[in-house]
């Protein structure tokens, strides 16, 4: 390979990094256009200046950069080597980034070879490399839009710094192209080995001390079962009790995760039962039912789950794939709706979580010798953030403080999956406040959710306390009331910021994802009307009443919620297939982004409550099949685990994804299995034994 082209060439890749590259879909087309412009003439005199760059350069030239002194040694032995045609210094050269194919597609990642790099080392001479890479924008992308960075990927002296590296930049820029163009330490990043520091090594510890305690008590359990004969005859024997009552309401969490004790046990016995392994996984896989149960939402939750993952599958993909502009393509099919306005599996969640609250609140308070007062609300409380908070605390420390260490590779960030300030600014997400920062803030972007989940509950006493105490006006008329809040200020927000209405598209989609999008505000329609259908539901499924609906309204009522439903979703294509023009209006857009959660909660409400008053038929038996029992159980543990697992697949790749729709089934398939497995640990090792703790300690 001639040096002069591979000069000319690299001069050529790196000016691009300059260029004003796009930090959305919207702002894609201008970049394209700007690579349009040139042309070959273009490239052709780069060569003939880098060939007579090329011919008047010695390394000698390299005193006239601030290099360190090592940095200074190993590019002379690099250079030497090249001259001599030794085989590690031209992989060196070899494994740089060359400019792809599929630039008119949006390929602005140009990696190089990662692997080559690395080990392309000279021991004679004591020569290291490491693989850096150039990029436009050294900001990670957020959740809020797709970002897009011109990256490209070389290959340095392990001795260079990223300074070192920008100066030599600078001086090759200088030589060739005369201009003012130039590059800055935070323009260059390398891959980094880093050590364990002391907040990882303080996690390591706790993990592997709970795996000891989680270990020691499987083993206590297995004796005791051992000395016993037989732990299914014995009278002190755990029995595996499905108990709706016993649980906390998590949106993803089944009513039925925790058992009862039948006989009673001693506190040791409980504490052994409760963090053993043996006595968990029953709890998870055990598939028994009966009809105090709403299981209907075992299947719901299951499915929504999916869809969840199936939605950031896809749109996760696209910065790490080589042709993002072909999501436009997808975008224009009709079918492909599904995945890109998966916005409402958000939706379905909050609306169970809101069914569950409202159910097992109204039965709670419907007890015999029930007394209503400030510590059962406090109890209520505290039993929420216990039940959510170790799973959820445990996936955000591995997030911020682990995952820098797992993996390596040319789209591998050094700070792991997590932003720098996040090992800092996680107290948001441990107080469930983290809806309430900005994108450049937002650590564990998933955690969104949850602090909306939990502020809901903290809200939901006042819909429920007077539906208690048999106001049911009052109660009524407080849900109107906030639900129409939750109309009035979407329609405000979106009115008062244009661009916002077109979500995620449109050309100010941060405004729309952090006012809107996890805003409890403006997101808690679902979760309100399903604290009213739980409390219908407890109402209704009392033995002696009659909830059978009259066939020809029953079938009715469910093809108004299915056309909903499909009008939620789909109404959206108008506009998708005419991206980046529209068929709707702004102000249609504004009414759209504003009563469609409610219209999708309505509907999904009368599919739960038709299910579950035996006006489901075949698809109350779907739901409530057997198989979902043990994947709803799992669901928490799954959707706390499973944006981890996809950034890690991603981001350890030595090569970029191709959008074709068969390689993202695969992966999506793939996604969905691993998330599952990793859930099954993660329930097993700390959200179950948990939730055995906080039932024997928190009554």
Same mark, same amino acid.
């Given at each position: 390979?001639?040096?002069?082209?591979?000069?000319?060439?690299?001069?050529?890749?790196?000016?691009?990094?300059?260029?004003?590259?796009?930090?959305?879909?919207?702002?894609?087309?201008?970049?394209?256009?700007?690579?349009?412009?040139?042309?070959?003439?273009?490239?052709?005199?780069?060569?003939?200046?880098?060939?007579?760059?090329?011919?008047?350069?010695?390394?000698?030239?390299?005193?006239?950069?601030?290099?360190?002194?090592?940095?200074?040694?190993?590019?002379? %032995?690099?250079?030497?080597?090249?001259?001599?045609?030794?085989?590690?210094?031209?992989?060196?050269?070899?494994?740089?980034?060359?400019?792809?194919?599929?630039?008119?597609?949006?390929?602005?990642?140009?990696?190089?070879?990662?692997?080559?790099?690395?080990?392309? %080392?000279?021991?004679?001479?004591?020569?290291?490399?490491?693989?850096?890479?150039?990029?436009?924008?050294?900001?990670?992308?957020?959740?809020?839009?797709?970002?897009?960075?011109?990256?490209?990927?070389?290959?340095?002296?392990?001795?260079?710094?990223?300074?070192?590296?920008?100066?030599?930049?600078?001086?090759?820029?200088?030589?060739?192209?005369?201009?003012?163009?130039?590059?800055?330490?935070?323009?260059?990043?390398?891959?980094? %080995?880093?050590?364990?520091?002391?907040?990882?090594?303080?996690?390591?510890?706790?993990?592997?001390?709970?795996?000891?305690?989680?270990?020691?008590?499987?083993?206590?359990?297995?004796?005791?079962?051992?000395?016993?004969?037989?732990?299914?005859?014995?009278?002190?024997?755990?029995?595996?009790?499905?108990?709706?009552?016993?649980?906390?309401?998590?949106?993803?969490?089944?009513?039925?995760?925790?058992?009862?004790?039948?006989?009673?046990?001693?506190?040791?016995?409980?504490?052994?039962?409760?963090?053993?392994?043996?006595?968990?996984?029953?709890?998870?896989?055990?598939?028994?039912?009966?009809?105090?149960?709403?299981?209907?939402?075992?299947?719901?939750?299951?499915?929504?789950?999916?869809?969840?993952?199936?939605?950031?599958?896809?749109?996760?993909?696209?910065?790490?794939?080589?042709?993002?502009?072909?999501?436009?393509?997808?975008?224009?099919?009709?079918?492909?709706?599904?995945?890109?306005?998966?916005?409402?599996?958000?939706?379905?969640?909050?609306?169970?979580?809101?069914?569950?609250?409202?159910?097992?609140?109204?039965?709670?308070?419907?007890?015999?010798?029930?007394?209503?007062?400030?510590?059962?609300?406090?109890?209520?409380?505290?039993?929420?953030?216990?039940?959510?908070?170790?799973?959820?605390?445990?996936?955000?420390?591995?997030?911020?403080?682990?995952?820098?260490?797992?993996?390596?590779?040319?789209?591998?960030?050094?700070?792991?999956?997590?932003?720098?300030?996040?090992?800092?600014?996680?107290?948001?997400?441990?107080?469930?406040?983290?809806?309430?920062?900005?994108?450049?803030?937002?650590?564990?972007?998933?955690?969104?959710?949850?602090?909306?989940?939990?502020?809901?509950?903290?809200?939901?006493?006042?819909?429920?306390?007077?539906?208690?105490?048999?106001?049911?006006?009052?109660?009524?008329?407080?849900?109107?009331?906030?639900?129409?809040? %939750?109309?009035?200020?979407?329609?405000?927000?979106?009115?008062?910021?244009?661009?916002?209405?077109?979500?995620?598209?449109?050309?100010?989609?941060?405004?729309?994802?952090?006012?809107?999008?996890?805003?409890?505000?403006?997101?808690?329609?679902?979760?309100?009307?399903?604290?009213?259908?739980?409390?219908?539901?407890?109402?209704?499924?009392?033995?002696?009443?009659?909830?059978?609906?009259?066939?020809?309204?029953?079938?009715?009522?469910?093809?108004?919620?299915?056309?909903?439903?499909?009008?939620?979703?789909?109404?959206?294509?108008?506009?998708?297939?005419?991206?980046?023009?529209?068929?709707?209006?702004?102000?249609?857009?504004?009414?759209?982004?504003?009563?469609?959660?409610?219209?999708?909660?309505?509907?999904?409400?009368?599919?739960?409550?038709?299910?579950?008053?035996?006006?489901?038929?075949?698809?109350?038996?779907?739901?409530?099949?057997?198989?979902?029992?043990?994947?709803?159980?799992?669901?928490?543990?799954?959707?706390?685990?499973?944006?981890?697992?996809?950034?890690?697949?991603?981001?350890?790749?030595?090569?970029?994804?191709?959008?074709?729709?068969?390689?993202?089934?695969?992966?999506?398939?793939?996604?969905?299995?691993?998330?599952?497995?990793?859930?099954?640990?993660?329930?097993?090792?700390?959200?179950?034994?948990?939730?055995?703790?906080?039932?024997?300690?928190?009554?």
């Amino acid at each position: 390979m001639k040096i002069e082209l591979f000069i000319a060439i690299f001069v050529f890749s790196i000016g691009l990094t300059k260029c004003q590259t796009p930090n959305s879909l919207i702002e894609l087309a201008p970049f394209i256009n700007q690579i349009k412009k040139i042309n070959l003439s273009h490239l052709f005199n780069l060569f003939q200046k880098a060939k007579l760059f090329s011919s008047q350069f010695d390394y000698w030239s390299l005193n006239e950069l601030s290099l360190s002194d090592q940095c200074s040694t190993d590019l002379k %032995n690099l250079l030497n080597g090249l001259w001599s045609k030794q085989e590690w210094a031209l992989k060196i050269i070899d494994s740089f980034a060359k400019p792809p194919i599929g630039i008119l597609k949006g390929s602005l990642n140009w990696l190089g070879d990662y692997s080559e790099c690395i080990e392309s %080392n000279n021991e004679t001479i004591s020569f290291v490399s490491k693989y850096c890479t150039i990029i436009s924008n050294n900001q990670p992308p957020t959740p809020s839009k797709a970002a897009f960075y011109l990256k490209y990927g070389l290959c340095s002296p392990k001795s260079c710094t990223s300074k070192d590296i920008s100066e030599i930049l600078n001086f090759i820029f200088k030589k060739i192209t005369k201009n003012d163009q130039t590059f800055d330490e935070s323009n260059v990043v390398c891959q980094t %080995n880093n050590d364990l520091d002391k907040p990882a090594l303080i996690i390591i510890t706790v993990i592997l001390t709970l795996i000891g305690i989680i270990c020691l008590a499987t083993i206590l359990d297995l004796v005791s079962a051992y000395c016993k004969n037989s732990c299914l005859q014995s009278p002190n024997t755990l029995y595996i009790q499905i108990n709706e009552d016993s649980v906390s309401t998590n949106l993803l969490d089944t009513e039925s995760m925790i058992s009862e004790a039948v006989p009673a046990m001693g506190l040791s016995e409980q504490l052994i039962s409760a963090l053993s392994l043996k006595s968990n996984f029953k709890k998870i896989f055990l598939t028994l039912s009966d009809d105090s149960q709403l299981s209907s939402l075992h299947g719901i939750r299951v499915i929504t789950l999916g869809w969840v993952i199936l939605g950031h599958s896809y749109a996760f993909i696209v910065p790490y794939s080589d042709n993002p502009l072909e999501a436009l393509n997808f975008l224009k099919r009709f079918s492909f709706t599904i995945v890109s306005n998966a916005f409402f599996s958000v939706d379905s969640f909050f609306l169970i979580s809101g069914v569950l609250t409202g159910y097992l609140f109204i039965k709670m308070s419907s007890a015999p010798n029930f007394k209503f007062n400030i510590t059962f609300i406090t109890k209520y409380l505290i039993n929420r953030i216990l039940r959510l908070s170790p799973a959820y605390y445990f996936m955000l420390f591995f997030s911020i403080f682990l995952t820098k260490y797992l993996g390596s590779g040319p789209l591998y960030q050094n700070n792991g999956f997590e932003q720098p300030v996040c090992r800092t600014r996680f107290w948001k997400n441990l107080l469930y406040v983290s809806n309430f920062q900005q994108t450049n803030e937002t650590c564990f972007g998933i955690s969104w959710y949850l602090s909306n989940d939990m502020q809901f509950h903290i809200i939901a006493p006042l819909i429920l306390i007077p539906l208690v105490l048999n106001k049911i006006l009052i109660g009524i008329l407080i849900l109107v009331l906030l639900i129409l809040v %939750n109309i009035i200020s979407t329609f405000l927000s979106l009115y008062y910021h244009p661009g916002s209405e077109l979500g995620i598209l449109g050309e100010n989609s941060q405004y729309f994802y952090e006012w809107v999008y996890i805003k409890p505000w403006t997101r808690s329609s679902p979760f309100l009307i399903g604290v009213f259908v739980g409390y219908i539901l407890f109402h209704h499924r009392k033995p002696g009443y009659n909830a059978k609906i009259r066939t020809i309204f029953n079938f009715l009522n469910w093809n108004i919620a299915q056309n909903l439903m499909g009008l939620c979703v789909f109404i959206v294509f108008s506009d998708l297939r005419l991206y980046p023009s529209f068929y709707f209006s702004r102000i249609d857009h504004i009414i759209y982004q504003s009563l469609s959660k409610v219209f999708w909660a309505l509907a999904v409400s009368y599919v739960i409550y038709a299910c579950e008053t035996k006006n489901g038929g075949f698809v109350a038996k779907f739901f409530s099949w057997k198989i979902f029992v043990p994947l709803s159980r799992l669901s928490y543990s799954a959707f706390l685990s499973h944006q981890t697992f996809i950034f890690y697949f991603y981001m350890t790749q030595k090569r970029l994804f191709h959008l074709q729709d068969i390689n993202l089934i695969y992966y999506y398939v793939g996604n969905l299995l691993g998330s599952y497995f990793i859930a099954v640990f993660l329930s097993l090792f700390v959200e179950a034994p948990f939730i055995g703790l906080q039932k024997i300690f928190i009554k």
